[in-house]
């Protein structure tokens, strides 16, 4: 059996801020970066993937969370109008086309039940921890995700976007 190559990663992505009513914050660690911390982040698969549907595939892969599950239905999951262009980083940039150097990120907020469980994917994460938003915002490895966790408390509170 060979191994077909993966076609590039397509550089539009989506960050999913995921907390609890109380503004606690799901965090999960890389498992090819150890202390990089993060919040649920993932590219489209494909280019007609809609951004919800990104968003409902990664939060489902990578946490085991499933929007339309009891407690978590689909309109708990709100597009908060926020994008950031930010360069890749040069380690991970040979999973994108050659010559492709930025992402765009769409920054979405999913609020589930406090004390729901999470299920990582081992090959993608090796550990979680539910954090008060502030000091959530302090771990996270990424600016980009640590200024979307700081506005947590303002877009949580606001009608949906």
């Known amino acids: 059996m060979t191994n077909t190559p993966r076609p590039p990663k397509i550089p539009e992505s989506v960050l999913v801020i995921i907390h609890t009513p109380a503004l606690e914050v799901l965090l999960i ?3 090819d970066a150890p202390g990089f911390w993060q919040s649920v982040t993932g590219s489209k698969d494909r ?5 919800v549907e ?11 969370i499933q929007l339309g599950a009891p407690g978590i239905p689909p309109g708990a999951l709100r ?6 262009v930010y360069e890749i980083y040069p380690r991970w940039r040979h999973r994108y086309a050659p010559g492709v150097t930025h992402n765009t990120e769409h920054v979405f907020g999913l609020c589930v039940p406090a004390g ?10 090796t550990a979680h921890a ?16 640590a200024e979307a966790v700081l ?5 949580a509170a606001g009608p949906p976007a």
């Not at 280019?47 to 951004?51: K, N, R, T, V, W």
């Not at 597009?79 to 950031?84: F, H, Q, R, T």
């Not at 729901?116 to 994460?125: A, D, G, I, K």
């Open 130 to 145: 539910w954090l008060p938003w502030r000091e959530a915002a302090d771990r996270c490895f990424s600016p980009s995700n």
């Open 47 to 51: 280019p007609d993937e809609s951004l």
């Open 151 to 155: 506005q947590l408390p303002r877009l």
């Open 54 to 64: 990104t968003c409902v595939r990664e939060v489902a892969e990578e946490t085991g």
């Open 29 to 31: 660690e890389r498992a």
């Open 116 to 125: 729901t469980p999470v299920t990582l994917s081992p090959r993608e994460h």
């Open 79 to 84: 597009d908060w109008g926020l994008s950031n």
